[in-house]
């Protein structure tokens, strides 16, 4: 049955061909697998990034077969009842082109809705605009990308529109929304609207500074781009954190503009950040400008700009040696902003990281011991009375007691929040934090830190800091006090030596002296 129903579009199609077929026409055949067809459909590895009950695909098959989806279009693009062309611009266009048909079979004058658009928002200027994190929101770390779009209508007014794709945001902060975000998805979708409200939304509401890229894009790129705007419109587009966010869907809508707009990686996530430095590096910006928060301006005007292109590769790996107690210490974030890390980006203080893990080789016994998970982590230290920022903590994982020879690995939950003040090179700041750990019984507890962070150089960079633990009951995780004194070197951009010194109380061991070497990529 399929085979004659691809006999039968193909019979159609010669009806449509115009005597001389462009010299750019492809096989038929070869349309299914040519890269601007899958990249209309957000393909990737043979599937769609858009999820499968999505009404983006007219073939119930079209996430994860583009030759069912061709098929499919084709015939309702043909079907002379249904204005199917009118809905999906871009395909129409791509199938005119590639398959040399007949271009008034296809009056886009008859789109009505389609016409309006293209009247209200105009195309000759497209940026990619970052809104960095707002410290104060955990839903808002590692910032995020939307499109910008700027032109004259033909009164000669200046347009600007906003095209972002969103997660349904209900109890943004609330412990189900990151378990949802990870595993099952949110409903999501693109929205376009009047960028000032959107820029006023962040600038002022949220108090995230936006930094913008204008597109190296070409006037038949631009065109692809617009067309394609219009087809996502209103579709519900599954948001999931890995496979689909925000950064994921604007990669794919510039991939329809133009493939190189494509990044190459061997990783499942790449942050907003780590996609924007590629792009800078390959040329493909003309402009870039900031429009801070009002307390970001504040923090500009009395510490300078930091620009985010200077921050370090969103994966670290870590080697150390506790030569103290024989032990050799593996960690591993893939998704990270790490506080120690030596950086003059936008935000020198500051820590985000996913699923960051970490091991221990014990000598004396030869054996391996996971020390620690974290699914989610963030810190920042800012200084107050520049910013009317706190300062900030949160913590979700897993973790054995200090210097524990076996995996036993016990839930940990903790809060904090509190102030920091720059003067001159060293941030001091004081956090207290509130926490939950488990072993064996339940254990509430508070956790106050002060401690100093110093930039020695654009190369070295010390920490110190001290906590102590309140138990509600007695101490359960090997420790009552600790003094940490940190102090990083950067040999090159990639890669750091560093020095970890901590001193415990009422611990196994008191003392952990530590030598080793941070990569990133």
């Known amino acids: 049955m399929k085979r004659f129903k691809i006999v039968a579009i193909s019979i159609i199609l010669q009806s449509l061909l115009i005597n001389t077929i462009s010299a750019h026409t492809l096989p038929e055949n070869d349309i299914h697998n040519n890269v601007e067809w899958l990249n209309l459909l957000h393909h990737n590895k043979g599937k769609s990034v858009i999820n499968s009950d999505s009404t983006f695909f007219l073939s119930k098959d079209g996430y994860k077969d583009a030759k069912a989806e061709y098929i499919a279009t084709v015939e309702t693009l043909l079907n002379k009842n249904n204005k199917a062309f009118c809905e999906y611009p871009a395909r129409a266009n791509f199938l005119i082109y590639s398959l040399g048909l007949n271009q008034k079979y296809f009056d886009f004058s008859q789109c009505n809705d389609y016409q309006e658009y293209l009247k209200k928002v105009p195309f000759d200027k497209v940026y990619i605009v970052f809104a960095a994190e707002n410290n104060q929101s955990p839903s808002s770390m590692l910032g995020h990308t939307f499109l910008k779009i700027k032109g004259k209508d033909k009164n000669g007014i200046i347009r600007e529109h906003s ?51 204008e597109l190296n894009l070409s006037p038949e790129e631009k065109e692809r781009l617009k067309q394609h705007l219009w ?47 590629d792009l800078q590096q390959r040329d493909k910006f003309s402009d870039i400008t900031i429009e801070p928060s009002v307390s970001q301006k504040n923090v500009i005007e ?18 150390n040696q506790d030569i103290s107690n024989a032990i050799t210490n593996i960690n591993f974030s893939p998704v990270y902003q790490d506080i120690r890390d030596i950086s003059n980006a936008y935000f020198s203080d500051l820590e985000s990281k996913i699923l960051d893990i970490s091991f221990n080789y014990q000598a004396n016994k030869k054996q391996f011991v996971v020390d620690k998970i974290d699914l989610l982590k963030m810190m920042s230290v800012i200084d107050y009375p520049t910013s009317d920022s706190y300062s900030k903590y949160f913590r979700l994982g897993f973790e054995n007691n200090l210097f524990s020879e076996n995996t036993e690995l016990n839930p940990v939950i903790e809060f904090g929040l509190g102030m920091g003040k720059k003067v001159s090179s060293t941030t001091f700041y004081i ?23 110093t930039r020695i150089s654009d190369k070295a960079k010390i920490i110190n800091s001290y906590e102590r633990y309140f138990n509600s009951k007695k101490d359960n995780k090997g420790f009552e006090e600790r003094y940490n004194l940190y102090f990083g070197y950067k040999m090159k951009n990639d890669t750091e030596l560093y020095i970890d010194y901590s001193h415990y109380s009422k611990a196994k061991h008191s003392e952990s002296l530590s030598l080793g070497i941070a990569l990133h990529f």
């Open 231 to 277: 087809e996502l419109r209103g579709k519900n587009i599954r948001y999931k954190f890995i496979t689909h966010n925000c950064n994921t869907a604007l990669m794919n809508i510039l991939k329809v503009a133009n493939k190189d707009f494509s990044m190459k990686t061997g990783k499942p996530f790449i942050t907003p950040v780590e996609y924007i430095q």
């Open 431 to 453: 956090l207290p934090k509130i926490g939950y750990h488990y072993h064996n019984f339940s254990n509430f507890y508070l956790l106050p830190q002060i401690g100093t962070i």
């Open 302 to 319: 009395k510490f300078g700009l930091n620009y985010i292109g200077n921050a370090p590769k969103p994966t670290r790996f870590s080697l």
């Open 163 to 213: 095209f972002s794709y969103f997660a349904a945001l209900d109890n943004s902060n609330s412990l189900k929304f990151y378990i949802d975000i990870m595993t099952v998805g949110l409903d999501g979708a693109y929205i376009l609207s009047p960028y000032q409200i959107k820029a006023d939304e962040y600038l002022f509401g949220e108090k995230r500074s936006l930094w913008e890229f």
